[in-house]
């Protein structure tokens, strides 16, 4: 399900990225979304052993597959803000 979570979230923020204004840097986001998503696409690639190929329950730290897939998009917004900040204060110290 964490595949699912990832890929509704790449096609949700390209799909706002066309109409959004560039200050908002949703390339960036999204790129980073997309990243995931194929990275969790060759994960269950690779670790397909046969049976149902998305999973609602994990056997890790994080049983449910929902919660895990939107505790890997935490990160991800989480340095697109860095990004938005940083940038924001450049360019109030090169507006001087």
């Excluded at 706002?16 to 995931?36: D, S, T, V």
């Excluded at 730290?61 to 990004?83: A, K, Q, Y």
């Amino acid at each position: 399900m964490w595949l699912i979570t990832s890929f509704i979230a790449a096609v949700a923020v390209t799909a706002i990225w066309i109409f959004a204004p560039k200050k908002y840097q949703l390339g960036f986001l999204g790129l980073m979304l997309w990243g995931l998503s194929i990275m969790v696409l060759v994960d269950h690639i690779l670790g397909y052993e046969g049976g149902a190929f998305v999973e609602m329950e994990t056997d890790g730290l994080i049983p449910n597959g929902i919660i895990l897939g939107i505790t890997m998009l935490i990160p991800i917004f989480i340095i697109w803000e860095i990004s938005l900040i940083h940038v924001k204060l450049k360019g109030k110290l090169t507006s001087r």
